[in-house]
């Protein structure tokens, strides 16, 4: 007969408990408290720069805008005495669907004969043609009340800065407002809004046109001829014409002058 065997079960409360224990504890969490707050400062940093680039990237892409046409003048004295070039273009531009407002004073015009390129800034563009700190760089006698000013001093007249006496009409563009509901348009302050429309003016005049001391471009009396842009748009010329906002998609204009201006003072070229 087999021996009765017990068992027995020996229960331990004890635990380990110990400075080294509590350290560890203590370390675990603030390195959780340490990542949780670089996490939540990256996320921050990261979402702040996401929505700047996403603004900015929306204003690339909506700022846009359209030229509806472009029709050419030709300077004269008379309407059977004309210049056999192309002295004055005339761009009809409005924004796009959804664009934002653009501010025509940092526009930058570039037009090309194929021979010349003039880049053309805002005629109250006072930073452009300055020098560093200064604000001296506006065309001479720029008025901030009345574009038919503007207009003939950008034909007619010339512009120092610094002692640097260059033409307005290879330097300079003008504009007029076309439509503005809200006038919020201005000379001194060209901004563009949604459903503004305004026109451009660009002096193409030649050299040939200076020196026959045209008395009109258009309606402008210049009295003593257009002064020459260094353009010469005379029949098949081949013109290109870019025009870039501060921000923004830039928009380009190519045509070919007609082959003969014929007896016509405006002549429709774009589109």
Avoid: C, W
Wanted: aromatic share 6%.
């Amino acid at each position: 007969m087999k021996a009765n065997r017990r068992k027995t079960l020996y229960k331990n409360t004890s635990a380990q408990v110990g400075i080294g224990t509590l350290i560890i504890f203590i370390a675990m969490v603030l390195v959780a408290a340490v990542a949780a707050a670089v996490l939540i400062q990256t996320s921050g940093t990261l979402q702040q720069k996401a929505q700047s680039t996403g603004k900015q990237a929306t204003q690339e892409v909506s700022s846009n805008l359209m030229v509806k046409n472009i029709e050419g003048v030709r300077a004269k004295n008379t309407a059977v005495d004309m210049s056999s070039t192309i002295d004055l273009l005339k761009l009809k531009v409005a924004l796009n669907v959804g664009s934002s407002p653009v501010d025509v004073n940092q526009v930058v015009i570039s037009i090309t004969d194929g021979t010349t390129a003039n880049n053309l800034v805002y005629a109250g563009n006072s930073k452009s043609y300055a020098s560093t700190g200064a604000s001296n760089g506006a065309m001479e006698g720029f008025s901030s009340t009345s574009a038919a000013t503007n207009l003939l001093k950008l034909l007619t007249a010339n512009t120092t800065v610094s002692g640097t006496v260059f033409d307005n009409s290879n330097h300079y563009f003008t504009v007029d407002r076309v439509r503005d509901e809200d006038s919020s348009f201005s000379q001194s302050n060209p901004v563009m809004n949604t459903g503004d429309m305004i026109m451009m003016y660009i002096s193409t005049s030649s050299a040939a046109a200076e020196t026959a001391n045209y008395a009109y471009v258009a309606t402008t009396s210049t009295t003593t001829g257009p002064i020459d842009s260094g353009l010469n748009l005379v029949p098949r010329s081949v013109v290109n014409i870019i025009l870039t906002p501060e921000s923004g998609v830039s928009t380009n204009a190519d045509f070919v002058t007609p082959s003969s201006y014929g007896v016509k003072e405006t002549v429709q070229l774009y589109p």
